[in-house]
């Protein structure tokens, strides 16, 4: 039966509300039921196990569990090392979101203009970061990086600059992982970008012309407006991505020089698998976890007070 | 050849928990699966044709994996039933390894592989007397020094104890002049400060190690000694990351004493000019009373509990301990064997740099056998590096590193009362 006789759903509406309720419920229920076991479940668990002291000897017996409330929180609180990855994680994304944001933005103006050719193939050279395997990338980026070979180096020796050591130099180990960062993801957002901008009307743009705007204003007062709620949107992406910043680091510097790229993530695998305490890992995601949503209703909130968003 | 060894190493991890299901190629053929890491994952299957020889139906899969990510592959491969069947390990996991039971103790028919060893080599490897592990390669760490500048600063010979250091050292920072030091203790490193700790007579944890023992008379004159090194301006305030060469360093004079162990002699060697390499030599380490203590360090090899092949695993823990195989293994890679008959066979002592290290491991001592002890030691330091700033004397600083241990140790207590751990 495809075709639902509207007068039969009229004559018996509560039975046939309850059963279109039925099928939407059937039609639900996988994605509920796997929403269920492999996300609400483990959090939960995961919450649960924040709880507890759960480490090696739990490991070995899970007699030896106890349940000691929010101690492994308050430990966190009064731990240095705990500090020092917040304070790294936070100058990650403070550095790193907009300087992202603004290279994927650049690109999509750059690839959105009528002026340039085969845009095909700067589309795809600058997305090809993004889609190549994380750690293959890093081993070049270490090359590039490297104090006595390397080619960044090698262009500030040429231009009478002396060489930096990169990822040997706890003061600047955080610049050289974002720049090998920006370069990996912008390609995403510039994708991302790139289509909003292919919505913007014409007219728009030509109304701006006549009325005597230059490229900047036409950016300013077209562009920006037309893309602000991709830009919420983004920037809400990019700051959740950055405070998980996890591999870069542990693949360049496993946290190094002098624990000066211990990012929270990389801070809670050392704590949950180096050290097996599992418990007070899973009391870090929670921690990383209110962070996140702290920092992004704040951004909700003030998108709407700038009216990018109703 | 070697690709197919390698995928089949590959497909035998991906197997994850089935290690007892890893079904063998042929019939009736065993494979042991053995992890070694870092150099010695590199090579130790030259080694493997000759066992594979003497024990036909035997067949060896090393599987190399990196330092780095040791320690965490096989906590997680024992939380994920596949751990291999021996492995590698660091001899200060002992500790954490036999806490959840992953270790296969030394059956009586393998007790003959624990003689001809360094004592306190053999001490780290034990736990409440059972040998865990079995010894297989040791280091431990001891003086390196600068012949040329001692000799200026008016010393013939190496110093022996603390007291003719400090004075070997003031000469040492003359002769060198200018804004060099004498020694270099990197501020986040724990294992000189341990060496000095472990040079007194007390130990360093009380209670059957459940509580710190750091506020003995002993450690705070050890935390007294080394806060003089930076309070006479013997060794500077830095960290290791902030001395980005070590060896040139050393060459140029900035300090004169680092403490390392033989895996240094190699790169003193590679990377410093020949017409230098006069000027360096190898020495005990100076104690209270005369040359002292260090940590012993090394890999031992673990038989797990879990293999199905106790045997064949036992076979090669032993073919591998053979002095004759330690002594071949010291050729390939240079590690210093753990049987002392080794020693003699490939004349390790020939090496003048090398030859300290033989005395330096019999005046070694175990660390405390806790799993938590590295944690321990890291607080230690990080107090240390406070006092050393200027945060805490001596006395204060002990009390505070007694306080984090005793935090540190709280589950262990816990554990003991209950009777769950030994």
Request: proline share 7%.
């Amino acid at each position: 039966m495809t075709v639902v006789d509207p007068t039969l759903a009229r004559v018996k509406p509560s039975r046939g509300r309850a059963a279109r309720e039925r099928a939407a419920w059937a039609f639900v229920a996988p994605a509920m039921i796997a929403i269920g076991l492999f996300f609400a479940l483990p959090v939960i668990a995961a919450l649960l196990l924040s709880l507890t002291d759960f480490d090696i000897y739990a490991l070995a017996n899970l007699d030896n569990l106890r349940f000691v409330g929010l101690q492994n929180y308050e430990r966190l609180m009064t731990n240095p090392l705990f500090w020092g990855a917040m304070k790294n994680t936070l100058t990650f994304a403070v550095l790193g979101v907009p300087l992202s944001i603004a290279a994927s933005l650049a690109a999509a103006v750059i690839l959105n203009a009528r002026v340039v050719k085969w845009r095909p193939i700067w589309r795809v050279m600058f997305f090809a970061p993004y889609v190549t395997t994380l750690v293959a990338t890093a081993v070049v980026w270490r090359y590039l990086l490297h104090t006595r070979y390397g080619v960044i180096n090698w262009g500030l020796e040429s231009i009478g600059l002396p060489a930096v050591d990169w990822l040997g130099d706890p003061s600047t180990s955080i610049p050289a992982i974002l720049m090998f960062v920006v370069w990996k993801i912008f390609g995403y957002n510039m994708l991302i970008f790139l289509a909003v901008l292919q919505t913007v009307p014409d007219d728009l743009y030509e109304a701006a012309r006549i009325d005597g705007a230059g490229p900047w204003k036409q950016f300013r007062h077209v562009t920006l407006p037309a893309i602000a709620p991709t830009m919420l949107l983004v920037s809400i992406i990019s700051v959740a991505s950055f405070f998980q910043l996890f591999a870069e680091p542990y693949v360049m510097t496993q946290g190094g020089p002098a624990q000066s790229t211990v990012t929270v993530l990389y801070f809670m695998y050392e704590e949950g698998f180096k050290w097996w305490n599992l418990g007070s890992a899973s009391a870090v995601a929670f921690v990383l976890f209110l962070c996140i949503l702290a920092i992004t209703l704040v951004q909700l909130a003030v998108a709407k007070r700038v009216g990018a968003y109703q | 050849m070697m690709q197919t060894a390698h995928r089949r190493a590959a497909l035998a991890l991906m197997a994850g928990g089935a290690a007892a299901a890893c079904t063998p190629r042929r019939d009736g053929e065993t494979v042991l699966r053995f992890w070694a890491m870092g150099n010695e994952g590199g090579t130790v299957g030259e080694l493997m044709p000759e066992f594979e020889r003497r024990n036909p139906g035997v067949r060896v899969s090393v599987q190399p994996l990196p330092w780095t990510a040791a320690h965490e592959k096989l906590l997680t491969a024992y939380a994920g039933a596949s751990l291999p069947d021996v492995s590698q390990i660091g001899n200060t996991w002992v500790a954490e390894l036999s806490a959840i039971g992953a270790l296969s103790p030394t059956p009586p028919e393998a007790a003959d592989l624990l003689t001809d060893q360094f004592p306190a080599v053999l001490e780290t490897n034990q736990i409440a007397g059972l040998a865990m592990t079995t010894p297989w390669y040791v280091d431990t760490r001891l003086l390196f020094y600068r012949k040329d500048l001692l000799a200026r600063g008016g010393f013939d010979a190496p110093p022996q104890d603390w007291a003719e250091w400090k004075r070997a050292m003031h000469g040492v920072k003359r002769a060198a002049g200018g804004d060099n030091y004498a020694i270099l203790l990197p501020l986040n490193e724990f294992e000189q400060l341990l060496t000095f700790g472990l040079q007194i007579d007390e130990p360093l944890l009380r209670d059957r190690d459940t509580r710190g023992n750091f506020s003995s008379p002993g450690f705070i004159a050890a935390l007294a000694f080394y806060r003089s090194l930076f309070a006479e301006g013997l060794a500077p305030l830095a960290s290791s990351a902030q001395i980005s060469n070590v060896w040139t360093e050393f060459a140029r004079g900035y300090f004169s004493f680092y403490f390392s162990g033989p895996w240094s002699v190699g790169d003193f060697r590679s990377r410093l000019p020949a017409s230098f390499q006069p000027n360096w030599a190898t020495a005990g380490v100076p104690g209270p009373n005369g040359l002292g203590a260090s940590a012993p360090g090394g890999s031992s090899l673990a038989v797990f509990k879990s293999s199905p092949h106790q045997d064949a695993a036992w076979a090669l823990v032993r073919y591998l301990s053979e002095p004759a195989v330690q002594a071949r293994f010291n050729t390939i890679v240079g590690d210093l064997p753990a049987r002392q008959s080794a020693w003699d066979i490939a004349q390790v002592e020939r090496d003048p740099m090398l030859a300290p290290f033989r005395g330096q491991l019999e005046r070694a001592k175990a660390v405390p056998k806790v799993p938590e002890w590295e944690r321990i030691v890291t607080e230690m330091q990080i107090v240390a590096e406070r006092m050393v700033r200027g945060e805490y004397t001596p006395e204060t600083a002990a009390a505070e590193i007694d306080r984090r241990a005793d935090r540190l140790l709280e589950k262990r207590r816990w554990m003991i009362e209950q009777g769950r751990a030994v």
